[in-house]
């Protein structure tokens, strides 16, 4: 696997592994035995950028990767997060008081079975609390060797500004993909400028850009994608255009949907490391195998005509979600 570094010097590989899917919000979680040992195959060929959060569970995810990686502590990279408060197990909003950080720090510590926390996000910017004094808290736990780095996730660029100056911020994490591209407005001349890497979630439209969902497909009541309007039938059924022109290509070029969606991606700066979820072996291997797609000029070109051509259906999220983004 290549290596890709984002700010601050933070070296690793090309393709993370979004690992929320693997105990959270995907219908249910699957046996926690496999997921230790799809992580430690991830390990194995050459993945060593692993995502997390404490709220994803809740403290499920956190527990996982802890287990799975603490023979292995030195060959890993692991990015967890802060910024919601939760109650009876459940997120009920935003907190990133500086009081409240220390407590999610020391926690997710514990449960990832580690000294440091490589990659610390906001998860969500708290409006309640000015930026500077999150980043002079994270910046106060790196001088206390707990952290390494410091993100923030679906901020807006006023708002990394502000942060940066303070501590500087190695990676923000936001979605982004070929039916997502609004960070290219804004976000990513910010990041270039600022010398800040770029972490894209769901890089794969949360599995639409697969192939594997059409407007037919059901998923389970607990399936958290029942929840967004770009998921309704009405939109998968408008958005599949997108994919099939994606297919088309993929075709031509011997690879998959996935691996032309995540090629691309790769392809757009070099600072650019996207973290695909999956549960499956067949899928870990289709993702990394994107990372070896050479995709010419000219096929880029042909790609992003064909992103731009559909108008792609729903909103990424309900819209009490979609106002935490872009703070």
């Known amino acids: 696997m290549q290596k890709r570094i984002l700010g601050n010097g933070l070296e690793v590989s090309a393709l993370g592994l979004g690992c929320m899917g693997m105990s959270f919000a995907y219908g249910t979680a699957p046996d926690p035995k496999e997921m230790v040992w799809l992580l430690h195959a991830a390990v194995e060929r050459g993945v060593t950028f692993f995502d997390t959060a404490e709220v994803y569970g809740p403290f499920a995810n956190e527990d996982l990767l802890g287990e799975a990686f603490a023979p292995i502590r030195d060959k890993v990279v692991i990015a967890t997060k802060f910024g919601f408060k939760i109650e009876d197990g459940k997120n009920v909003g935003t907190d990133s008081r500086p009081e409240h950080i220390r407590e999610v720090a020391e926690a997710s510590l514990k449960r990832l079975r580690t000294d440091v926390i490589d990659l610390l996000y906001q998860h969500r910017v708290d409006p ?68 800040i890497g770029f972490v894209p979630f769901s890089p794969l439209g949360r599995g639409f850009l697969t192939g594997a969902i059409g407007a037919d497909t059901k998923f389970e009541s607990n399936d958290f994608r029942n929840s967004l309007p ?28 996935a691996q032309i969606a995540l090629a691309w991606l790769l392809a757009q700066k070099p600072w650019i490391v996207p973290i695909p979820g999956t549960t499956k072996l067949n ?45």
């Open 128 to 195: 309640n609390v000015p930026i500077e004094d999150v980043a002079g808290t994270v910046a106060d736990l790196i001088r206390e060797g707990k952290v390494r780095h410091f993100g923030l996730s679906e901020a807006g660029a006023a708002t990394i500004r502000r942060a940066h100056a303070v501590q500087p911020v190695t990676a923000l994490q936001s979605e982004y993909s070929l039916w997502w591209r609004e960070p290219e407005a804004e976000i990513l001349p910010t990041l270039e400028e600022l010398g």
């Open 230 to 257: 770009r998921f309704s039938e009405e939109a998968r059924a408008a958005n599949t255009k997108l994919v099939d022109l994606i297919a088309a290509i993929a075709r031509r070029k011997l690879a998959t949907p």
């Open 283 to 327: 899928r870990l291997e289709e993702n990394i195998h994107a990372a070896g797609i050479d995709l010419s000029a000219e096929d880029l070109a042909e790609i992003t005509r064909a992103a731009d051509s559909v108008e792609i259906e729903g909103a990424r999220y309900p819209a009490a979600t979609q106002a935490m983004i872009n703070r």
